[in-house]
Nanobody, 123 residues
Framework: QVQLVESGGGLVQAGGSLRLSCVAS????????MGWYRQAAGKQREQRAL??????????NYADSVKGRFTISRDNAKNTMWLQMNGLKPEDTDVYYC??????????????WGQGTQVTVSS
């Protein structure tokens, strides 16, 4: 089984910065897409919203609300992904989840999720 572990969340003042990390371990040959998602309290997993994603080739995608403030990156050799969060705003407060999509047999792919890390931004 593949395990994803997030870290780097915490409490920060508005305008501050955090760097989230996600490390994948287990039975991994390669990882396709990886991404960071956020979830409002009380919502189901399927209601999580994309914050940023990155392909194995390094192509990135960002939610409009974080463009110019957040930067996603990854190291394929280390199975690690980061989210550099600058210029944080109170509305960024949420639990952030790491997701990794791994290839499987017969063109199938499977998503794995981390447990989440809390980001709290005070005004």
């Amino acid at each position: 089984q593949v395990q994803l572990v997030e870290s780097g969340g915490g409490l920060v003042q508005a305008g501050g910065s955090l760097r989230l990390s996600c490390v994948a371990s287990g039975s991994i040959f390669s990882i396709n897409d990886m991404g960071w998602y956020r979830q409002a309290a009380g919502k189901q997993r399927e209601q999580r919203a994309l914050v940023a994603s990155i392909t194995s080739g390094g192509s990135t995608n960002y939610a409009d609300s974080v463009k110019g403030r957040f930067t996603i990156s990854r190291d394929n050799a280390k199975n690690t992904m980061w989210l550099q969060m600058n210029g944080l705003k109170p509305e960024d407060t949420d639990v952030y989840y790491c997701k990794a999509t791994l290839p499987s047999a017969w063109s199938y792919a499977y998503d794995f999720w981390g447990q989440g890390t809390q980001v709290t931004v005070s005004s």
